[in-house]
């Protein structure tokens, strides 16, 4: 079992920053795939970037490349998402997730955590 907890959401003005963090319980953090998917009012939830176990491995959406970066630290057990010249559509319900697998497909991540709210004000 893995348990995640999201932080770091809030109110923010086009072109600012965020830094999300995701807490994941559990020793087997390390084995995971993590990703991080996003789910805006009255759309489905899209991938948003991943990250293989050992760090050295990402794959992003292509609206957020080059302006979001996730990353891991396995000793904290804590994988985050750094995002820059954020834009209004970038709003939405941030998740964090893992998976033994690794895909863009939200059907193919076994743990989510409860959603952190990013709102990116024009």
């Known amino acids: 079992q893995v348990q995640l907890v999201e932080s770091g959401g809030g109110l923010v003005q086009a072109g600012g920053s965020l830094r999300l963090s995701c807490a994941a319980s559990g020793r087997t953090f390390s084995r995971y795939v993590m990703g991080w998917f996003r789910q805006a009012p009255g759309k489905e939830r899209e991938f948003v970037a991943r990250i293989a176990w050992s760090g050295g491995i990402t794959y992003y959406e292509d609206s957020v490349k080059g302006r979001f970066t996730i990353s891991r630290d396995n000793a904290k057990n804590t994988v985050y998402l750094q995002m820059n010249s954020l834009k209004p559509e970038d709003t939405a319900v941030y998740y964090c997730?893992?998976?033994?697998?690794?895909?863009?497909?939200?059907?193919?991540?076994?743990?989510w955590g409860q959603g952190t709210q990013v709102t990116v004000s024009s």
């Open positions: 997730a893992a998976s033994t697998t690794g895909s863009a497909r939200p059907t193919a991540y076994d743990y």
